[in-house]
């Protein structure tokens, strides 16, 4: 535990946070790695042309990603707060830069309403890979089965609230019993699945071409749009622009060296995403399926190329039970957002901090979960609100919170206070690369977000 007294609940207490350096690394990694890399990365790969939107997702990722990850992390550290209470204690009297907070709560509703549709399709998968009911390696077969799931309502909202149960049940345990000792025992096996996944998909014959298409570039198909999605995934893979990785840095140990942890927790990350590329590309190709699928490739491509290898019944299992993993340690972290500022922030109990944030997000979360069946018709801005909710998170609020993060550690918070922290004071002699880095959140990203957001979204 963190030595740290909570005033908010009026008699002092010891503050929850992360036990050990490998709970720091587990935890961290375990918002980081999700959905993110194992449905959108391999779709959003594989609708933008491949290895090219790879290498700009990667830049953005060194750019913009790790910078960002990086001062949020130790603005989290230094106050020990939730995300708000962070950014009203760090700040000049008077100065709202609270708001990037504010805005990354309802970012935290918005991603975990559709991303806990996509979580909930993920759990039913498992138990229809075992009962084998969508082992084909017919895509319109596995489509139908996952056409039917999609347009039940019934379905669709059923598994959205047992996942949501789930994670609620996990987060009432608490940040070190629950978060952490959860994540310590998932990610290790995570990995270990992973490459059993790799290597299979590796040994096909058509492994060549699949690697082909991840790793050699094509720059014709990279647009304005291809560079905003590159960024925003970004964001969206190392949970930045929202307030997440303040909160998880709230819960820090003071001896972590946090620019090496979040590279790790970086280049970890990356290395899933590309783990994902390399199970999921050479299958598709191997057997003949587009790899610019879509969203719903995870979900009709990967069983067809499944049904279509040797023991394709016990790797499919093997695989949904992977996305179930990665899915859970990153909610863990979008609801925690919510739950320490209302719990904190208003001296409210943690247990009823959850409730109430887990009845909230039921609301919205079904106008995601119904998004497909009655609510199909429903559109904003053309989009579904499944669509709507991906879109302005990725796209919007995430990359805002990032500049204005940026602007605030650049510019308000300065070289001095940004050395002492990531220094932890003095203790690590790294002040050459602090330099760096100041000057990357100074100058460099912000501009660079700022761009290619409003060059992708047309306004230039
Ligand atoms: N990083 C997660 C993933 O890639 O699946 C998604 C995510 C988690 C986004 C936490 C935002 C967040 F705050």
Known sequence: MNQDKNKSGGEAKLRDGFTSSFGVLAATLGSAVGLGNIWKFPYLTGTNGGAGFLVVYVLATLLVGLPVMISEIMLGRKAKRDAVTTMKMLAPAGQPWWLISTFGVLAAFLIMAFYSEVSAWVFAYIFKAIGGSILSNDPKVTSAAFGALISDPVQSLLWQWLVLALIGGILLMGVSKGIEAVTKKLMPLLFVLLLVIGARSLMLPGAAQGLAFLFTPDFSKITAGVVLTAVGLAFFKLSIGMGTMITYGSYFRDDQNIPLTTFRVMCADLFVSL???????????????????????????????????????????????????????????????????????????????????????????????????????????????????????????????????????????????LKAALSNEGALKNEALLRVLFVVVRFVSPLLILVVMLKGLGAI
């Open 275 to 417: 783990l994902a590329g390399i199970a999921i590309f050479p299958a598709v190709f191997a057997f003949g399926f587009a790899p610019s699928a879509g969203p719903s490739l995870l979900f009709i491509t990967i069983p067809a190329v499944f049904a279509s290898m040797p023991f394709g019944h016990v790797f499919m299992v093997v695989f949904f039970v992977l996305a179930a993993i990665a899915a859970t340690g990153a909610m863990l972290s979008i609801l925690e957002v919510p739950v320490s500022v209302l719990s904190e922030r208003f001296g409210i109990s943690r247990a009823k901090a959850t409730v109430a944030n887990l009845l909230l997000l039921g609301a919205i979360g079904s106008g995601c979960a119904l998004s497909n069946s009655v609510l199909a018709d429903v559109k904003l801005f053309g989009m579904t609100f499944f669509d709507l909710f991906d879109f302005v998170t990725s796209n919007v609020l995430m990359p805002m919170g990032g500049i204005f993060l940026c602007l605030f550690v650049g510019w308000v918070w300065g070289f001095d206070k």
